[in-house]
Nanobody, 124 residues
Framework: QIQLVQSGGGLVQSGGSLRLSCTAS????????VGWYRQAPGKSAREREW???????????YYADSVKGRFFISRDNSKNMVYLQMSGLKPEDTAVYYC??????????????WGQGTQVTVSS
C-alpha cells in the first residue's frame, strides 16, 4: 500500500511564498510521476483542480495555467521528496492541496494514491 505523506502549508499573506512537501514510506517516488491537486473551499473531491505534474522518465513538468509562472514542482531523490514551491500567492490559491501518484512513470497523474492534504490559506 502506497502512503503519501505531506507537509508544509499554512497561512500566508497575498504575494507570499510557501513550499509543500510530499514523501512516501517504503515507496520510491523517483520512479513515478507525482502530481499536485487542490480542492478549493466548498468544492467536492470530484472538483479537485489539477495544478502540476512531474514525470519520472525525463523530468518533464506540467502546470495548469492558473499557476504557471508562480508554482514550481521538483523532486529530491536523495530524500524521496517531491516539492511544490508556491510564490506570488493569491487569495484564490486558498485550498487544501494534495499530492498524488498512480505509481506510473508518466504524467498525467489521475490520483490512484493521495496524500492526506494540507491547508494553504492566503489572506488578502
Amino acid at each position: 500500500q502506497i502512503q503519501l505523506v505531506q507537509s508544509g502549508g499554512g497561512l500566508v499573506q497575498s504575494g507570499g511564498s510557501l513550499r509543500l512537501s510530499c514523501t512516501a514510506s517504503r515507496f520510491p517516488l523517483d520512479s513515478y510521476a507525482v502530481g499536485w491537486y487542490r480542492q478549493a473551499p466548498g468544492k467536492s473531491a470530484r472538483e479537485r483542480e489539477w495544478i502540476s505534474c512531474l514525470s519520472s522518465s525525463d523530468g518533464s513538468t506540467y502546470y495548469a495555467d492558473s499557476v504557471k509562472g508562480r508554482f514550481f514542482i521538483s523532486r529530491d531523490n536523495s530524500k524521496n521528496m517531491v516539492y511544490l514551491q508556491m510564490s506570488g500567492l493569491k487569495p484564490e490559491d486558498t485550498a487544501v492541496y494534495y499530492c498524488a501518484t498512480d505509481a506510473l512513470p508518466e504524467c498525467p497523474v489521475h490520483g490512484g494514491y493521495w496524500g492526506q492534504g494540507t491547508q494553504v490559506t492566503v489572506s488578502s
